[in-house]
T-cell receptor, first 116, second 114 residues
Framework: AQTVTQSQPEMSVQEAETVTLSCTYDTSENNYYLFWYKQPPSRQMILVIRQEAYKQQNATENRFSVNFQKAAKSFSLKISDSQLGDTAMYFCAFMKAYFGNEKLTFGTGTRLTIIP | EAEVAQSPRYKITEKSQAVAFWCDPI?????LYWYRQILGQGPELLVQFQDESVVDDSQLPKDRFSAERLKGVDSTLKIQPAELGDSAMYLCASSLRTEGTEAFFGQGTRLTVV
């Protein structure tokens, strides 16, 4: 079974600063996908960024980037130039590679607050 | 923009009563998930459908929970009888039948059992 660990229950940062959220996972699989999802207050969860384990290059989406270390089983999210709208719960999630889809296994989340 | 629809948004029910949640996935999405999110925790899978077939219900408490997806479109999750420990957010998500693809989530149903 896979496990995902997020060791930072809460974080806060000043607007326009950079913040890094940590995530580690445990799996015996070699092929898988990793995700960061954002859950704003009272709104649905949305995808922030996605990483294929077979790709060495770290994924980037505008102000969001990841540091994927496969050997260390680490998958951190960096948010640059943080904005008030980034305030949300952030969940790291793991999915085995399987045609037809597998379930997402989530961490416990990090509550991020951007301070004006 | 297409969204996953869930209803109701909020539900308060008494212990031992029956309760049902409904989910309408994004059109064309073959995979549908029901997750339960207890306050302060990450979502945990209850059941996964591929079209109308259940592919994973290993964490579904089958003595009180049931789920169906007739015709492979919308889905209903039922709890009977509800217990105090069932208070949580119930999230529905859907995705294409493609390896590693993004799951799209609904806004969820917040259940409070009193």
């Amino acid at each position: 079974a896979q496990t995902v660990t997020q060791s930072q229950p809460e974080m806060s940062v000043q607007e326009a600063e950079t913040v890094t959220l940590s995530c580690t996972y445990d799996t015996s699989e070699n092929n898988y996908y990793l995700f960061w999802y954002k859950q704003p207050p009272s709104r649905q969860m949305i995808l922030v960024i996605r990483q294929e384990a077979y790709k060495q290059q770290n994924a980037t989406e505008n102000r969001f980037s990841v540091n994927f270390q496969k050997a260390a089983k680490s998958f951190s999210l960096k948010i640059s130039d943080s904005q008030l709208g980034d305030t949300a719960m952030y969940f790291c999630a793991f999915m085995k590679a399987y045609f037809g889809n597998e379930k997402l296994t989530f961490g416990t989340g990090t509550r991020l607050t951007i301070i004006p | 923009e297409a969204e996953v629809a869930q209803s109701p948004r909020y539900k308060i029910t008494e212990k031992s009563q029956a309760v049902a949640f409904w989910c309408d996935p994004i059109s064309g999405h073959a995979t549908l998930y029901w997750y339960r999110q207890i306050l302060g925790q990450g979502p945990e899978l209850l059941v996964q459908f591929q079209d109308e077939s259940v592919v994973d219900d290993s964490q579904l408490p089958k003595d009180r929970f049931s789920a169906e997806r007739l015709k492979g479109v919308d889905s209903t999750l039922k709890i009977q009888p509800a217990e105090l420990g069932d208070s949580a957010m119930y999230l529905c998500a859907s995705s294409l039948r493609t390896e590693g693809t993004e799951a799209f989530f609904g806004q969820g149903t917040r259940l409070t059992v009193v």
